[in-house]
Structure formats: C-alpha cells, structure tokens
C-alpha cells in the first residue's frame, strides 16, 4: 500500500506561485511513477502533470506547460509542483496520485493510490 498526503495549498492572486508537496509512505517510492491531478466542483477529474519514477520523464497538459513544473526528491519521497504565473482557472482541488506500474499516463485509471486533495485558490 502507498499513503499519499499532500500540503501547499492556498489562496494566491493571479499571477502569483504556490508549491505543492505530496509526502509517501509504504512501498518503495522510487519504484513507481507520480501524477498531479485537479479537480473544481461538478467537473471531472484532470491530468495536470506527470513524473516517472527516476524523474527522468514529466510530461504536462498543454495549459500548464511553461508554468508549472513537477519534479521529485527519491531520498525525501516526495513530489512537487511549482506552480507560477498562476490563473484563476488554475482553481481547484489538487490530488496527487501514485501509478505502481509505472506505465504513466493522463487517465486517472492508470493510477493506484490517491491522496486527500489540497485547495488551490487563484483571485482574479
């Protein structure tokens, strides 16, 4: 099993940054690969940005890209994402999400275990 908690959330003006950390405990974290997903009320779920296990590969939603960044420390077990030049549609709920296969992807089924979410806020 895999726990995933998730922190950095907040209220932010447009064009400002937030970083989000996903801490993970239980299987080895540098076996499997990362997603960031965000979610607003009444919507689907959607694939914001993705990390292999090594760090090696991120791959990005063409909304994000150029502004948003994952990355990973293996020694820490945790995932980030900076978040700059931030927008109001960039408001949501923000999970981070474990793929223990490693066949990484935009679908949320191709993830195992997910965490709580942390709210991320952008004024306009």
């Known amino acids: 099993q895999v726990q995933l908690v998730e922190s950095g959330g907040g209220l932010v003006q447009a064009g400002g940054s937030l970083r989000l950390s996903c801490a993970a405990s239980?299987?080895?974290?540098?076996?499997?690969?990362m997603g960031w997903f965000r979610q607003v009320p009444g919507k689907a779920r959607e694939f914001v940005a993705g990390i292999s296990y090594s760090g090696g590969n991120t791959y990005y939603i063409d909304s994000v890209k150029g502004r948003f960044t994952i990355s990973r420390d293996n020694a820490k077990n945790t995932v980030y994402l900076q978040m700059n030049s931030l927008k109001p549609e960039d408001t949501a709920v923000y999970y981070c999400?474990?793929?223990?296969?490693?066949?990484?992807?935009?679908?949320?089924?191709?993830?195992?275990?997910w965490g709580r979410g942390t709210q991320v806020t952008v004024s306009s």
């Open positions: 999400a474990a793929d223990l296969d490693s066949i990484g992807g935009k679908s949320q089924y191709m993830y195992d275990y």
């Open positions: 239980g299987r080895a974290f540098s076996s499997y690969a």
